[in-house]
């Protein structure tokens, strides 16, 4: 009997080890983007972190789905204190500039070896799902690290990018295979991450709660639709509940995390489009007073409450209003702006989707009894009276 050896450095049992390395990392740096996305300052670097947490969680899912293939629980930790410890470090970044540097510089470049070696050294015919996975995965995650390349020009390598890679070699490099080397001090000083209360933004912007969550009134069209657009080139507000929410609840199923990171994401997309809309119309959004407010005021409460109050209270009330603003400016064949509106809802409607479907489950991950429809009613009535009305009221200030 002729016995061949294969050619191939990566067996079956390696592959499994391996993807489960990778889905770890991707899975937490979605983690990170999402409880930094609200910390963050740069309105440019928000718009981007909705995106790549997006992508990230695409990731998880290809990886995800392959792994369920070849492993039960498809969810697993990957089984290497050195490891965990890399990616638990990697949020304590000192600032923004540091933690897309930890993140990006180095960690990401180092995935992007182990995916194209692994490509390389796993069965080509008998692996195949793998090597599909990787080769739109690597099509993300070369632009996300040119991305931060191009953005961190001025930045020199400094302490804590050392740290985060020097956190990579204790764990052996991405595959666990590199010689390990000693693991490094505690960074000092040590910057804990906490979740943010305040939503950050950059010097540009003035920040105000100016008719903060009321129903614009506004009978002149052209004067509606500048209020309207302006509101969407805020919508940030709403992509920052969203990660805040995906950040406090690991406990939630990978599938809410998904949808989450879209939902997210979107929100960062219609506050895109409201700033190239204001850009088409010779707008300069920075001119726009932020309501950070409405983030102070919503994070205050627990992650199924503001859940419930931006799913059931924002997005289901906004359809009436959209629909009213098409109906008014189709009148002026303004098809941009109906254009916009009709993905915008689109979105919407998804989110109103999510939040039904995940609202029960939120409760009971939060360990609150209410039945699920009492609880909407009751957040939403919370919601009519603190946001509709404007008022806003933050109950315990000392805890901002
Ligand atoms: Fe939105
Ligand atoms: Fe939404």
Redesign the pocket.
């Known amino acids: 009997m002729q016995t061949i050896p294969p050619k191939e450095q990566i067996d079956f049992e390696t592959n499994k080890r391996l993807l489960n390395r990778y889905r770890f990392i991707e899975y937490e740096t979605l983690r990170i983007l999402a409880g930094w996305l609200p910390a963050t300052a740069r309105m440019e670097w928000k718009l981007a972190m909705g995106r790549l947490l997006w992508e990230d969680a695409q990731h998880v899912q290809q990886l995800y789905q392959r792994l369920r293939e070849i492993q039960t629980p498809a969810f697993r930790p990957p089984g290497d204190a050195a490891l965990e410890q890399l990616m638990a470090e990697a949020i304590h970044a000192p600032n923004e500039c540091d933690l897309i540097a930890g993140l990006f510089r180095v960690i990401k470049p180092a995935l992007i070896e182990a995916y194209r070696w692994h490509n390389e050294q796993t069965f080509a015919n008998p692996d195949a799902p793998t090597r599909y996975a990787f080769k739109h995965i690597l099509i993300d995650e070369e632009e996300q690290v040119r991305w931060a390349a191009e953005i961190l020009a001025d930045h020199p390598v400094g302490p804590w990018e050392q740290y985060i890679a020097a956190l990579l070699s204790a764990a052996g490099g991405v595959t666990g295979r590199n010689e390990r080397t000693p693991s490094p001090q505690p960074f000092s000083p040590a910057t804990p991450f906490t979740p943010a209360r305040q939503a950050m933004r950059d010097p540009r912007f003035s920040l105000v709660n100016r008719k903060a969550g009321q129903v614009i009134k506004e009978p002149d069209i052209a004067t509606r639709r500048q209020l309207e657009f302006e509101n969407y080139s805020q ?1 940030m507000l ?1 992509a920052e509940t969203v990660a805040q929410v995906i950040y406090l609840s690991p406990q939630m199923p990978w599938e809410f995390t998904y949808d989450s990171a879209r ?1 997210c994401y ?2 960062t997309r ?1 506050c895109q489009l409201g700033i190239e809309w204001m850009k088409h119309h010779g707008l300069d959004f920075t001119t726009v007073p932020q309501n950070t407010r409405i983030f102070a005021w919503r994070s205050q409460y627990d992650p199924a409450t503001q859940y419930t109050m ?2 059931m209270g ?2 289901v009330h ?1 359809f009436p209003y959209r629909h009213e603003s098409i109906a008014a400016y189709k009148q002026y064949n303004d098809q941009l702006s109906i254009q916009y509106i009709n993905y915008d809802m689109a ?2 409607r998804q ?1 109103v989707a999510y939040g039904k479907k995940w609202i029960p489950e939120l409760l009971e991950k939060n360990g609150i009894d209410t039945p699920a429809e009492q609880f909407i009613s009751e957040a939403v009535a919370l919601w009519e009276a603190e946001y509709r009305s404007g008022t806003l009221p933050i109950h315990d200030e000392q805890r901002l």
């Open positions: 919508e709403a939902h979107d929100e219609h931006l799913t924002n997005e906004a979105d919407e989110h």
